[in-house]
């Protein structure tokens, strides 16, 4: 057991982060990243919303934040993302590797430091972007931790996470959750990232809600803290 205080003062690229629990001991965490545009204090009251009653007992949240950027989805201006993007197509060309990696880095010292605290039970993942980073940090930068998981996400055909050459050595479960009416990131991109990875040989599981769009509802919630 770890006692949460510890975790309080865990810092991602130098910025404290936010820990979300309702045990002062803690034996598990899950790091869970925001969507673009969002912080780790919002990203907290959307799930305190959702799930009133918090974390599973020993059961710590991380939620860090990405750092502020100009934005080129935002006119370029300011905004709290992990990485650049020029669209949002499962089409496009473009994946920001440079400024992924940047936050992959940042994910594997936050890990390292969780693992001096005294807890080794890490699953990360995230929310839309956030999920997106999750899914470049385990299945193509290797970060170590138990699980992975990624809501209302996604990988362009072309992701350089389908190219990794390791991929195939990386025993860590993958769950996907999507909502059927998502009308920003179709739930049928995230039947093609399930398919992809499961041709990966990572075992996947994908869950898809009805009349959910993109966002986080109670029961997918719900359903994530079960699994993970």
């Avoid at 750092?67 to 089409?91: A, C, F, T």
């Avoid at 039947?191 to 996947?204: R, W």
Wanted: glycine share 8%; charged share 20%; aromatic share 8%.
């Amino acid at each position: 057991m770890t006692s949460a205080s510890i975790l309080r003062d865990i810092r991602f690229l130098g910025s404290r982060t936010r820990l979300w629990t309702t045990s002062s001991s803690l034996d598990k965490v899950i790091i869970f990243l925001h969507g673009s545009g969002d912080t780790a204090f919002g990203l907290e009251k959307w799930l305190r919303d959702v799930s009133p009653h918090g974390p599973p007992s020993l059961v710590g949240v991380i939620l860090p934040s990405a750092p502020m950027r100009k934005y080129l989805l935002n006119g370029g201006e300011l905004s709290s993302v992990w990485h650049q993007r020029r669209d949002i197509d499962i089409n496009s060309d473009f994946e920001d590797v440079e400024g992924i990696d940047e936050m992959c880095l940042g994910l594997t010292n936050l890990v390292d430091d969780i693992k001096k605290a005294g807890i080794s039970d890490i699953t990360v993942g995230g929310f839309s972007m956030g999920g997106h980073v999750a899914l470049h940090s385990v299945y193509r930068k290797q970060l170590a931790v138990n699980k992975c998981f990624a809501l209302s996400s996604f990988l362009i055909h072309k992701s350089a996470v389908y190219d990794n050459s390791n991929r195939n050595s990386i025993n860590v479960p993958l769950y996907l959750a999507h909502g059927d009416s998502d009308a920003l990131v179709p739930h049928k991109w995230a039947h093609n990232c399930a398919e992809k990875m499961k041709n990966s040989n990572v075992e996947t599981s994908l869950r898809i809600y009805k009349n959910a769009g993109h966002e986080i509802r109670s029961d997918i919630i719900s359903d994530l803290f079960a699994w993970a």
